[in-house]
């Protein structure tokens, strides 16, 4: 069974694609991107790109196209990602999309697989209202479905849990919309390419997983 691992996750804020990426990156021995995370690092330590992202995350909008491609294009250039990669949170608009594939085409490689989280509003807006994610590793809880063993200590890594400033009401309801204004075209473009793999988000986080391992896989 051959495996092709550059993938990369699509999906409304709160559709599982944090979650998966980690699964799917120790289950398929490959590294992850979390643009978001990179941003909120950035953000941490104060970098330029952080004083510049903040203003966009605050708000729940996305980081000009300039500044995201130039810095995934950086990280996917890295030797680790030579082989394969799961990719969350980008692409988040069709140009975003087209630069990927011209990035990768650069050196032979191609995304594989896109997969596509479906998941309905209110299931969104139930995930993302207890969600607490770790502010070291990037993994994700929430306080009624799936807590951490000890109160705000992650599982994983040594790391403090955190409620993320871009899930309040008001800011989420901003991401949803600019997630409804650009996720048609990139879907139609990974279609068009017989690279679209949809999968029902509102199942498990184990179910999710093995959907998309199903597919994957060719299984
Ligand atoms: P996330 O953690 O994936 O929900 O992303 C948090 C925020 O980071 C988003 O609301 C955007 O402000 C920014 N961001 C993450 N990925 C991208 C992207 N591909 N393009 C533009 N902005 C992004």
Redesign the pocket.
Known sequence: MEMSPFLVLLGP?GSG??TQAIVLSEQLKLPHV????M??EAIRAETPVGVM?KQ??DK??????AV?IRL?GETLAQAGFAKGFVL??????LL?AEELENLLKSDGRRVEHAVSLKVTEDRVLERLTLRKVCTQCGAVYHEKYSPPKVQNQCDRCPGALST?G?DNPEVVEK?LR?YEREFRPIIDFYKKKKLLREIDGNQSPEQVTVQILKQVKGG
């Open positions: 804020p694609k944090g979390n643009v978001g995370e941003f909120r992202a966009y995350l729940g909008e996305l980081v000009p196209d995201v995934v969350d949170g980008f692409p988040r608009t975003q993320r871009d991401r600019v």
